[in-house]
């Protein structure tokens, strides 16, 4: 690897470092899917809350229907879903039930309706049982079998997935302490940048950078709260920064304006914050990071729509998780062997976009989103990425068949 070039961890190293935690709320449970949890969540009640039953049939006495079938009983009362009826069951008896009713104190099994003749009319009186149960406690959900109160739901640093916040919900907790979403600003930078639509004129092109970097940042569980587009004056940068910082933001994210040409606005505005660097990594070798008096994190990525989308991956999205207290900063890597062979760029890892081939379910593959490979200004490729293959330093070529590490990023 060439000298003057700092590796990857060295610069997520120097980023993290510089991350300062934001604060806590608390949110009630229902609105807090995607929200980092701050503090272990422990079951307010039982899961099951009560002994209940798992079918629709009757409750019963396990020794009135353990032998000599056909086992005539008497039905003496109905218990659906919701009531808080206990009716006291004799020898040779049952009581009709739903699926998640308490189940009768006096009861231990539950018999399907369909293992018994009759059981499906609407009204009856006696039932004959055609099927004994397997063991006494058949068809019963036992109170606590899945958690008790007091035991742990949800750990502190985890992403309250759907079916997290449904456990929590289920234990009988209202709210939940969550990470405040970090507050981010957007800044792309260049006077060759109009909005889409705009007819073009020469040496324009449409600006997708800042449309690219807010999805990004609000899908790693941030609060856009400024988009700028300035052109290549240092002066329009330090500006668009000032008015984040007096909305409060937490990170500005900065495409363009970070290499050695004549007109880099990031470089020239912030240079008395940030610090900018050549990082082994194809796309986005030039890469700035600082922070601003204030404390307002300063990322300077490249202006190429796919350097700038690796860019935020590889630095920018594990620090906005560490801000929020995250357990997992980076996705965790597939391994999957490549589908084609292509060219890598040796002394530099290569976050190649990428498709995942699913046609065997039993063997995914790894192949380029496009036959440009990585090439920065693919913007048009990055429609049919969903994933970055990595490939070594090293490494000069992927052949087909190497096994790569991949991160699925959609």
Not at 129 to 147: C, K, M, T
Not at 199 to 227: H, K
Not at 370 to 393: N, Q
Request: proline share 7%; net charge negative; aromatic share 4%.
């Amino acid at each position: 690897m060439s000298g003057d070039l700092r590796s990857v961890e060295a610069q997520l190293a120097t980023v993290l470092a510089r991350v300062r935690s934001v604060d806590s709320e608390r949110l009630p449970v229902a609105q807090a899917a995607g929200r980092i949890l701050r503090g272990r969540v422990l079951a307010g009640v039982d899961i099951p809350v009560f002994d209940n039953s798992a079918m629709d049939g009757f409750a019963v006495r396990f020794d009135d229907v353990a032998h000599g079938l056909p086992v005539p009983l008497t039905v003496v009362a109905d218990v659906p879903a919701g009531s808080a009826a206990d009716p006291a069951l004799r020898p040779g008896e049952a009581a009709r039930i739903m699926t998640g009713a308490v189940l009768p104190s006096a009861a231990d099994t539950v018999v399907p309706f369909e293992h018994t003749a009759g059981g499906l009319a609407d009204s009856l009186e006696r039932i004959s049982v055609e099927q004994a149960p397997s063991r006494r406690g058949a068809h019963v959900r036992l109170r606590g079998e899945d958690l008790r109160a007091g035991d742990p739901v949800v750990d502190d640093g985890a992403e309250l997935t759907a079916l997290a916040i449904a456990a929590i919900a289920a234990s009988g907790v209202p709210e939940v302490a969550v990470a405040r979403r970090p507050r981010v600003a957007v800044i792309a930078t260049g006077a060759e940048l109009v909005p889409p639509g705009v007819t073009l004129d020469r040496g324009q092109i449409p600006e997708s950078n800042s449309v690219l970097l807010a999805a990004l940042a609000t899908a790693a569980g941030a609060e856009v709260v400024l988009v700028r587009t300035v052109g290549d004056d240092g002066a329009e940068v330090v500006a668009a920064v000032a008015e984040a910082e007096r909305l409060g933001a937490d990170a500005c994210v900065c495409s363009g304006g970070v290499s050695a040409g004549a007109y880099e606005p990031v470089r020239t505005g912030l240079a008395a914050s940030m610090s900018f660097t050549k990082v082994a990594m194809q796309p986005g070798k030039p890469q700035g990071f600082g922070a601003s008096e204030a404390g307002t994190l300063l990322f300077g990525l490249p202006g190429n729509p796919v350097s700038a989308a690796v860019s935020f991956e590889v630095f920018v999205r594990p620090a906005l998780r560490a801000m929020q207290g995250a357990r997992e900063l980076a996705r965790p890597p597939l391994r999957l062997p490549a589908a084609s062979s292509w060219r890598s760029a040796v002394g530099r890892r290569q976050y190649l976009p990428a498709v995942i081939d699913r046609s065997d379910p039993a063997a995914w593959r790894v192949r380029p989103a496009t036959a440009g490979g990585s090439g920065s200004h693919l913007a048009g490729g990055l429609a049919h990425a969903e994933a970055y293959a990595i490939v070594p330093a090293e490494a000069e070529r992927v052949s087909e068949g190497d096994l790569l590490d991949v991160m699925v990023v959609v």
